[in-house]
């Protein structure tokens, strides 16, 4: 049997001893190996276009260049897949980063575990990062008025897709979704794709910041 390759990870903060900190903890799990870190925006980025990790861990507040615009970068450029790391979990920033395109996000004082789970979790493309946790962000943050925009959009999908979708936006996995509709997890998985590709979006975050901003999720 075939060993799975360990998830390279990039982690990007200007505090050495955060960065110290975490690469202890997460080159303590077997499966999770820091190939470089980096103290600003600019420089993570020349580092993760050269390396090509699997996933980089992103703080927000940096000097020359900050983890907002260094994901936006990222995300467009090397199509790289970002966790944002944040001390609070109500901040302006984080969403900006979500809507910028980060994949989600944790808090720096999170369990050890949490952030072991996290990197794991986002690292092979699942389910929404601390789902509740990030919808907070999102309802605190989007515009409250409806986007007429946002709302044509939803015109490309299927009645099923749009209940699935308001489902995502309530931060339900794959798994709790096909619970709630009697449909298979797969065939979940399959109406989320469709999602995506209908409305053009990188992945699940902004399919939920899209449900907001067409009304279409209960707040």
């Known amino acids: ?28 799990e077997r499966d999770i190996r820091v190939v470089a870190e980096a103290a600003d925006g600019r420089t993570a980025i020349d580092i993760v276009a050269r390396l090509r990790p699997d996933l980089v861990l992103m703080d927000v507040q940096m000097p020359v260049m900050d983890g907002l615009a260094a994901t936006r970068r990222l995300v467009e450029d090397v199509r790289a897949t970002v966790l944002i790391l944040t ?7 984080v969403f900006e980063a979500l809507r910028a395109g980060a994949a989600g996000f944790i808090l720096k004082n999170a369990p050890a575990e949490e952030l072991i789970h996290a990197v794991r979790t986002v690292a092979a493309g699942d389910a929404l990062l601390a789902a509740s946790a990030t919808r907070r962000v999102i309802e605190r943050f989007v515009d409250r008025r409806v986007r007429p925009e946002a709302v044509r959009q939803l015109d ?19 798994g709790e979704i096909a619970n709630r509709l009697v449909i298979s997890e797969a065939t979940v998985k399959t109406h989320i794709g469709s999602i995506l590709a209908k409305l053009g979006l990188r992945d699940r975050v902004a399919a939920v910041i899209v449900a907001y901003e067409s009304g ?3 707040r």
């Open 1 to 28: 049997m075939s060993i799975a390759e360990p998830i390279r990870l990039v982690i990007v903060d200007d505090q050495a001893m955060v960065r110290s900190g975490l690469r202890l903890i997460l080159e303590s």
């Open 216 to 218: 279409l999720a209960i």
């Open 156 to 174: 490309r999908l299927s009645a099923r897709e749009r209940e699935v979708l308001q489902l995502v936006a309530q931060g339900l996995s794959n």
């Open 87 to 93: 001390t609070f979990d109500l901040d302006e920033y």
